[in-house]
Antibody, heavy 122, light 108 residues
Framework: QVQLQESGPGLVKPSETLSLTCAVS?????????WGWIRQPPGKGLEWIGSIYHSGSTYYNPSLKSRVTISVDTSKNQFSLKLSSVTAADTAVYYC???????????????WGQGTLVTVSS | DIQMTQSPSSLSASVGDRVTITCRAS??????LAWYQQKPGKAPKLLLYAASRLESGVPSRFSGSGSGTDYTLTISSLQPEDFATYYC??????????FGQGTKLEIK
């Protein structure tokens, strides 16, 4: 069974960088699929952040692209999210997920982590 | 970006009812649509992909249809565990894989 688990600070100061890691078990990242991040502000809908293939190929939401970096560490079977220059608007539950491979890009998400709340506040 | 518009935003229904939720894309997405169910405090759960293909383990009372820009999720006979928020997502044009704003299904 594929399992994903997010980890990282639950509180980040404004203007700093949010950093999260997603540990994957039950499946080797090197075997395929895209791996990505989706967030959900409290009481609001879902926003797709971006995804990465094991080769390092990435797709980012254009609205966040200038601040987002997603990286992968196949040796540890995990991938990471960095979001720079955060503001209160970046406060959200952050989910990591496995994204299917769709015509050489990222498709729908079939496995999700439980999510982790990150609050941006001084 | 492709915009996804769900309707209604909220819906009240009773156990046993047949319910339909609609998702409209701002341009054709060639059946590249997924539906998710989310319960409070939980991660979304994949229900259907490719507009009409049921994810393994999902009850057959859930079904999907549509083409072009218009898609529907139907629950044939609502069960108590089905009261949740439902999201559609297009993956035809990446990035980004945009979501609809959600439909909250509540007990009448």
């Amino acid at each position: 069974q594929v399992q994903l688990q997010e980890s990282g600070p639950g509180l980040v100061k404004p203007s700093e960088t949010l950093s999260l890691t997603c540990a994957v078990s039950g499946y080797s990242i090197s075997s395929g699929y895209y791996w990505g991040w989706i967030r959900q502000p409290p009481g609001k809908g879902l926003e797709w952040i971006g995804s990465i293939y094991h080769s390092g190929s990435t797709y980012y939401n254009p609205s966040l692209k200038s601040r987002v970096t997603i990286s992968v560490d196949t040796s540890k079977n995990q991938f990471s999210l960095k979001l720079s220059s955060v503001t209160a608007a970046d406060t959200a539950v952050y989910y990591c997920a496995r994204h299917t491979y769709y015509y050489d890009s990222s498709g729908y998400s079939d496995y999700w982590g439980q999510g982790t709340l990150v609050t941006v506040s001084s | 970006d492709i915009q996804m518009t769900q309707s209604p935003s909220s819906l009240s229904a009773s156990v046993g009812d047949r319910v339909t939720i609609t998702c409209r894309a701002s341009q054709g997405i060639s059946n590249s649509l997924a539906w998710y169910q989310q319960k409070p405090g939980k991660a979304p759960k994949l229900l259907l992909y490719a507009a009409s293909r049921l994810e393994s383990g999902v009850p057959s009372r859930f079904s999907g249809s549509g083409s072009g820009t218009d898609y529907t999720l139907t629950i044939s006979s609502l069960q108590p565990e089905d009261f949740a928020t439902y999201y559609c997502q297009q993956y035809y044009s990446t990035p980004p894989n945009t979501f609809g704003q959600g439909t909250k299904l509540e007990i009448k």
